[in-house]
């Protein structure tokens, strides 16, 4: 097992991150069975599901980020 606390700081970073777009994924948090899981593995970080207008202002955000890195 891994230690919780980089995985909830990644998560909580992951949701300012996207509160300052103005995005909320309300089922974003950390994977249990892959955090318990024995092996080389590490722990996965759920977006879980969103409606098609969070999906957008994801999609926004990042083709913004984008263009930014490319310009």
């Known amino acids: 097992m891994y230690d919780t606390t980089d ?4 998560t909580e970073q992951l949701r300012a991150a996207l509160a300052a777009h103005g995005i909320t ?4 948090g950390i ?3 892959s955090f318990a899981a024995r092996g080389p593995g590490r722990p996965l970080i759920s977006l879980g599901n969103c ?7 994801l999609v926004a955000a990042l083709r913004k980020g984008a ?4 310009g």
């Not at 995985?7 to 990644?10: L, T």
């Not at 994924?25 to 974003?28: F, I, M, N, V």
């Not at 409606?51 to 202002?57: G, I, P, S, W």
């Not at 263009?67 to 490319?70: G, K, L, S």
């Open 31 to 33: 994977d249990l069975p």
């Open 25 to 28: 994924l309300p089922s974003l």
């Open 51 to 57: 409606n098609l207008a969070t999906a957008r202002a």
């Open 67 to 70: 263009a930014r890195c490319d």
């Open 7 to 10: 995985a909830d700081e990644c």
